[in-house]
């Protein structure tokens, strides 16, 4: 059974939803999930202690740069909170809120250039920082062109990459007033939980609506998500959101199995934050996980 228009829907299928793709949906009134706190969307992040033999890497964030801080959490349909959907009324409750919330966080979701390769990214301040994956940035200070939803590009620069966990970093380097969306906290991504993947399969195609992604989370490591939520050639470094609109995840890999679909959880981000604005390089490639989420075409 399905709902909604020929241009969104939602399946019942095997007791949950399905997976969704929003292709040119034009919803009514926009609903204004929850943002940061008034104050600045970063704080400085306290490090623990350095076990024996490793290096001390506490070194505070320069004080322009400090760590994220999360976004708050805010209601959604009771459809999210229980195992199953319990009825066509909540079906209809969620699907109203995922339109709300993929055109709430669509505009802070970009293409990401680094040159002959193309990858997904997320801008997560006003001032043009981006989350997106090591493979796509590569290694730190190599130019970048970033494409807004709306066809502006940009121009910036990768930062640290951490090619262990696959996070990277990068930011616009033209001034600007950027759409961005929060992060969610440490830990956030939790069994079970309802989450939407953005991004640009395939490349940036300005004829071509976000192609988004409904699913759960069906697996939680320190290294990994793993969703349902499908991912393609060109969707690494796009975000994973929950359904308060925050940033809980980057997409990183995939495997032969619809089911299994990989993302950096945002705690990488968090952690090694400091690291990551000062522009290191580090780790490998952990094959364990999956392979990349690369495609032909030059997609990443």
């Known amino acids: 059974m399905f709902f909604g228009t020929p241009r969104y829907w939602i399946g019942w299928v095997a007791g949950g939803l399905c997976a969704v793709t929003v292709m040119g949906f034009e919803p009514s009134e926009p609903v204004v999930f929850p943002r940061v706190p008034d104050r600045s969307v970063f704080e400085e992040r306290a490090a623990p202690p350095p076990a024996q033999g490793e290096v001390d890497r506490r070194a505070p964030a320069e004080p322009d740069f400090p760590a994220p801080v999360p976004g708050q959490r805010g209601a959604v349909p009771a459809g999210f909170e229980g195992p199953t959907p319990d009825s066509v009324a909540d079906l209809a409750a969620m699907e109203a809120h995922v339109m709300a919330l993929v055109r709430q966080v669509t505009p802070s979701v970009v293409a990401v250039r ?3 390769s193309t990858g997904s990214g997320v801008v997560i301040s006003a001032d043009g920082w981006v989350l997106t994956a090591a493979h796509v ?3 730190p200070n190599r130019p970048v062109r970033f494409l807004f939803p709306d066809g502006r590009t940009v121009r910036g ?18 001034d600007g ?12 991504g939790v069994l079970g939980e309802w989450v939407l993947g953005l991004g640009h399969p395939g490349g940036f195609d300005p004829d071509r609506s976000m192609v988004v992604r409904l699913g759960r989370v069906i697996r939680r490591t320190a290294m990994a998500l793993q969703t349902d939520s499908i991912l393609s050639g060109g969707d690494s470094g796009g975000p994973l959101f929950d359904m308060h609109g925050r940033v809980v ?3 990183s890999r995939i495997s032969n199995s619809t089911a299994e679909n990989y993302h950096v959880p945002i705690d990488a981000y968090l952690e090694d934050w400091v690291r990551l604005i000062r522009g290191e390089n580090w780790g490998q490639d952990d094959p364990a996980i999956g392979r990349r989420a690369t495609g032909g075409g030059g997609s990443r």
């Not at 620069?157 to 033209?174: P, V």
């Not at 007033?177 to 956030?188: F, K, N, Q, R």
């Open 177 to 188: 007033d950027w759409p961005w969306v929060p992060v969610g906290e440490a830990g956030s």
């Open 249 to 251: 995840g980057i997409h």
């Open 157 to 174: 620069r990768t930062l640290g990459t951490n090619h262990r966990m696959d996070a990277g970093l990068a930011r616009i380097e033209e």
């Open 137 to 139: 940035a590569a290694s």
């Open 114 to 116: 680094v040159g002959g």
